[in-house]
């Protein structure tokens, strides 16, 4: 069973940075396109970016442009999403999903940035 | 604001049919892109429930089907289930956007 685990909830001061892992197992890690989606407390769900775990190739959304960077270590299989500049509507849920086709078949569990003043 | 449209809540007694719906633009679900779904329980990662349109991942029940025509698509979960309360996502792509990977504001489905 492909599986997407991440790392432990973080606490941050605001202008701080945040660097998320996301590990998978049970599949070919350079074989599918890893995205970052986050969830602001009672808020929808919003798309930040992806990388190409084979070439190490990444594609941001214009909102987080100069913040996150997504990076990769394949002898690992993991991924990381990292956001600086850390604001207080920067708190939400942070959630890794792998892409199959321009949709998300599978999901990490999630974890929770809080960002205080 | 999202970029796709759906209403914010829907309910339904235990065996009723309710549908969510999701409506994107010329740029997103007009212009040919796929629509997929997903199923939040409370305090759970999104689950894919729907994707390309019509099209249930194993394990999936067959009481949850998808529709899509013209800039929308819809959601229908038959025979309501206590377990099916949690929030649906509708999400696609979008060809204009910086972000093109574009979701709906999500529905809650209650069941009374």
């Known amino acids: 069973q492909v599986l997407l685990v991440q790392s432990g909830a973080e606490v941050k001061k605001s202008g701080a940075s945040v660097k998320v892992s996301c590990k998978t197992s049970?599949?070919?890690?350079?074989?599918?396109?890893l995205h970052w989606v986050r969830q602001a407390p009672g808020q929808g769900l919003e798309w930040m970016g992806w990388i190409n775990p084979n070439s190490g190739g990444t594609n941001y959304a214009q909102k987080f442009q100069g913040r996150v960077t997504i990076t990769r270590d394949t002898s690992i299989s993991t991924s990381y999403m990292e956001l600086s500049s850390l604001r207080s509507d920067d708190t939400a849920v942070y959630y890794c999903?792998?892409?199959?086709?321009?949709?998300?078949?599978?999901w990490g569990q999630g974890t929770l940035v809080t960002v205080s003043s | 604001q999202s970029v796709l449209t759906q209403p914010p809540s829907v309910s339904g007694a235990p065996g009723q049919r309710v549908t969510i719906s999701c409506t994107g633009s010329?740029?997103?679900?007009?212009?040919?892109?796929?629509v997929h779904w997903y199923q939040q329980l409370p305090g759970t990662a999104p689950k894919l429930l729907i994707y390309?349109?019509?099209n249930r991942p194993s394990g999936v029940p067959d009481r949850f089907s998808g529709s899509k025509s013209g800039t929308s698509a819809s959601l229908a979960i038959t025979g309501l289930q206590a377990e099916d309360e949690a929030d649906y996502y509708c999400?696609?792509?979008?060809?204009?956007?910086?972000?093109?990977?574009?979701f709906g504001g999500g529905t809650k489905v209650t069941v009374l």
């Open positions: 999400q696609s792509y979008d060809s204009n956007l910086s972000g093109p990977w574009v």
């Open positions: 390309a349109n019509t």
């Open positions: 999903a792998r892409e199959r086709e321009l949709f998300f078949d599978y």
């Open positions: 049970k599949y070919s890690f350079t074989g599918y396109y």
């Open positions: 010329s740029s997103n679900i007009g212009a040919d892109y796929d």
